[in-house]
């Protein structure tokens, strides 16, 4: 049977920080003897082919990625280098993995440590529910604009019951919503970006910035995961 070795590159604390935070997890980052990071999970033993390997490995990192933007604001996003498969007759091939099947490059600077047991409780929540690992997988890959934090903001309301259970459970008040919900919705506020992209959508007399909108859809993240 093949071994498949899944190696990751990124800024080194996070790589460190990500091996001390999923070591009893299924999804686990490991600094081998060569001093490179790798990712290892139990669902790669029974995967036969490199783009089964691959594409797994992508949905991991980003849903990596999508804990470490939640938990971090200047977070830098870990790749996916390379997989190679060693095979039984001692021979092995390496495919080598483009960074544009990744995600949008995240503000650098400093980088403050992941919380181990914060980042384990979140990859086993992920694990867990459906939701949340489909949240986390478009937090970590996707541009955090109006239109991708409303599909986001809809898989949380979804799972939680609908937006009036999200507002009971004081992660957000219903003002907040509203303008969310409006400036995410109007061409006139934010262009043809908006979801609708249509002009019958009024503007609200202050319409959400998208600074404001980042803030808010990563509280309301935090509520439900962390």
């Known amino acids: 049977m093949a071994e498949w070795r899944v190696k990751v590159s990124g800024n080194e604390s996070i790589l460190d920080d990500l091996s001390r935070s999923s070591i009893s997890s299924e999804w686990i980052i490991v600094k081998e003897a060569d001093g490179e990071y790798y990712l290892k999970s139990f669902e790669f033993e029974s995967m036969t082919e490199e783009e089964d390997i691959r594409h797994r490995s992508i949905e991991i990192i980003n849903i990596l990625n999508g804990i470490g933007k939640l938990i ?7 790749q996916l280098d390379y997989v190679t498969e060693y095979r039984d007759d001692g021979l092995w091939s390496s495919y080598v993995v483009s960074d544009a099947t990744l995600n949008y490059s995240a503000p650098s600077g400093f980088i403050t ?22 949240a986390l997988e478009s937090y970590g890959s996707q541009e955090h604009n109006f239109i991708n934090l409303y599909k986001i903001l809809g898989k949380v ?3 939680v019951g609908g937006e009036t259970e999200l507002i009971n459970k004081g992660w957000v008040n219903k003002a907040e919503i509203k303008r969310f919900k409006q400036a995410a919705q109007s061409e006139a ?4 970006e908006a979801r609708h992209g249509s002009s019958k959508y009024n503007p609200p007399p202050k319409p959400m910035s998208l600074r404001e909108a980042r803030y808010l859809l990563q ?3 935090q509520k439900w995961i962390v």
């Open 72 to 78: 971090i604001n200047n977070f830098e996003p870990i």
């Open 113 to 134: 440590p992941l919380d181990p047991l914060i980042t384990e409780n979140c990859i086993k929540k992920a694990q867990r529910n459906e939701a949340i690992k489909k």
């Open 157 to 159: 309301k979804d799972d």
């Open 189 to 192: 506020a934010i262009g043809a």
């Open 219 to 221: 509280v309301i993240l």
